[in-house]
């Protein structure tokens, strides 16, 4: 099958290096302390951040000084095509812990010592990247909450198919077979936290993959940087006096 | 009630918000004293409601309702199935109430909230008895295949009355639901038709779709409901997450949109209600279902 065709443009018109429309939001749970959306394309997460608040669950706690960060990674079931899904499959705690491993990276825990962060992500609408998004709505969400952190952690992928580098793919591209490769990077410390592959590549073309992930993680790093920003501003106006 | 009134001292030293959390009962009580609620609601008014429909696209029908700030997002797939023997011209609808950790802190993750299965099992049969949908509506082939409707409802923030933004984000998606366009192929079986190629399945399309006309369902009866609190003397429409933590009488009346009373649920709690309580809180709902009728009825309209 042909993902992209001989004038450049794939499946959904994009060019090899376009991204898919980003929608992000703070603010959007009341009753967490921090929350965010955020839609690429057609994935849509919510991301609810608790915390830092008393731990709930003592044996979990491995580190005194360092607060104890839980991640959930959780799918509705008319998130994808076909509904019949568990609801806590391998692959959702597979995530729920690469994910808390990313965001623990990047959290400052040893100024919340004694103390328990919740990260839970709620996955409405999965048409490949939810991997991404569910980082950057936590980067979000945590930053909402006003969670103290190294950087943004912010995650794209990309792919190789039809001999071409495609940044940001979609369900259809993922299941073509081809590679996946998510990246997770730290943009100002310039730093990756995440770094997943599947399926073969030489390595030259990991390289050119890799690179181009990483040109679309500082671009939406951009992007939750202007989100912020302009949230920042709206408190500000509502702080008045 | 023998606690010694020591809030009276304290009030005028203490900051708003302190005393809200110290003294909870005290604060809503001087407020309900002078007819208002701390949002500066009268007793007997509801939050803001807003209905959104077709926000999931991978569903067949979807809805997000808020109430206030208790959000909930219903999601419809419709699967073919082959219908019971005691009922072949029935098809089925199956109702979930899922709580996830993102809509409260005090859900926590692997253990389901104790409101969820409750208000799981209230829905559906508030939903079945009131007749709203007509099962043999969902019928395809007598006895061979008919639909079955998976309705999912997803609360994103849980802040109080989620019995009433659950049932209506469900009728809503109802009423958003196109049934998917289906034809009986040569084995006999179901197939869904994409719709996409539209040269080779035109033919198909006339000769064998089964459901090519009845795309949307009939809603008759359509219930709406109001749950409300008592205290003392005070009844309080549409309550928030704090007030039903403080006061703990519930009632929830349900009535349909021809101002039957489909159902009435009132689960303990210190106050008991008498008929003028019970008949002050179905005064309540049927203003209530009239709001909402119109709601429903401006979203159709979009």
Known sequence: MEYVNPEGLRLDGRRFNEMRQIVAEVGVVSKADGSAVFEMGNTKVIAAVYGPREIQNKSLQKKNDHALVLCEYSMAQFSTGDRRRQKFDRRSTELSLVIRQTMEACILTELLPHSQIDIFLQVLQADGGTRSACINAATLALADAGIPMRDLAVSCSAGYLNSTPLLDLNYVEDSAGGTDVTVGILPKLDKVTLLQMDAKLPMETFETVFALASEGCKAIAERIREVLQENTKQLEYRRAA | ?302
Request: proline share 5%; charged share 25%; glycine share 6%.
């Open chain 2, 1 to 302: 009630m023998g606690l010694p009134d020591s809030s009276q001292d304290l009030s005028t030293e203490m900051e708003v918000d302190a005393f809200r959390r110290i003294f909870p009962l005290r604060f809503f009580e001087r407020h309900l004293s002078e007819s208002l609620r701390p949002d500066a609601r009268p007793l007997g008014k509801a939050r803001d409601t807003i209905v959104n429909p077709g926000l999931v696209s991978t569903a067949d029908g979807s809805a997000l309702a808020k109430i206030g700030s208790t959000t909930m997002l219903a999601a419809i797939r419709m699967e073919v199935m082959t219908p019971s023997t005691d009922s072949p011209d029935e098809g089925c609808i199956a109702l979930e109430f899922h709580m996830p950790p993102i809509c409260s802190p005090t859900v926590r993750p692997g253990r389901p909230a104790d409101a969820a299965p409750v208000i799981s099992k209230r829905l559906s049969d508030t939903i079945l008895s009131s007749g709203m949908i007509d099962l043999k509506e969902l019928c395809l082939v007598s006895g061979k295949a008919a639909w079955m409707g998976y309705l999912d409802i997803y609360c994103l923030n849980a802040d109080g009355a989620l019995f009433d933004a659950a049932l209506l984000s469900a009728v809503a998606a109802f009423s958003n639901l196109e049934i998917p366009v289906v034809a009986l192929n040569d084995n006999g079986r179901i197939v869904a038709i994409s719709g996409g190629k539209d040269e080779d399945n035109a033919s198909i399309i006339e000769k064998k779709a089964v459901n090519k006309e009845k795309r949307k369902l009939t809603l008759k009866n359509i219930p709406f409901s109001l749950t409300c609190i008592l205290h003392k003397k005070y009844i309080l429409a549409d309550p928030t997450t704090e007030e039903e933590s403080i006061m703990d009488t519930l009632v929830t009346v349900v009535l349909d949109s021809s101002d039957q009373m489909v159902s009435l649920y009132k689960s303990g709690g210190t106050v008991l209600a008498y008929s003028s309580a019970v008949k002050s809180c179905v005064e309540l709902a049927r203003k209530r279902a009239k709001e909402l009728k119109q709601i429903l009825g401006e979203m159709d309209i979009d």
